[in-house]
Nanobody, 123 residues
Framework: QVQLVESGGGLVQAGGSLRLSCAAS????????MGWFRQAPGKEREFVAA????????NYADSVKGRFTISRDNAKNTVLLQMNSLKPGDTAVYYC????????????????WGQGTQVTVSS
């Protein structure tokens, strides 16, 4: 069982940076694949990035490659999403998610979710 709480969202100008954090509780955290998703107004939830339990494998949406970096520190039960060169199109609610049975981009496969944190990028 995993409980997830996101933080670090806010308002930033285009070209700026934000670091999102996902604090996890639960003794099995290190066994889970972790992902970040986002949802903009009027749109479906969209995959952003995922990282394997070991951190050796990562997966990114093409729209964020080269700008976003996902990482995890299992000792601290924390997953990070470093977001650089932000664009107005990155504006969305960002969600941290976890799954024990899947590694990929399909949000339907992730079984634990945080409450979300708002990221707004102004031009």
């Amino acid at each position: 069982q995993v409980q997830l709480v996101e933080s670090g969202g806010g308002l930033v100008q285009a070209g700026g940076s934000l670091r999102l954090s996902c604090a996890a509780s639960g003794r099995t955290f290190s066994s889970y694949v972790m992902g970040w998703f986002r949802q903009a107004p009027g749109k479906e939830r969209e995959f952003v990035a995922a990282i394997s339990w070991s951190g050796d494998s990562t997966n990114y949406a093409d729209s964020v490659k080269g700008r976003f970096t996902i990482s995890r520190d299992n000792a601290k039960n924390t997953v990070l999403l470093q977001m650089n060169s932000l664009k107005p199109g990155d504006t969305a609610v960002y969600y941290c998610a976890a799954t024990a049975t899947y590694y990929g981009s399909d949000h339907r496969k992730y079984i634990y979710w945080g409450q979300g944190t708002q990221v707004t990028v102004s031009s």
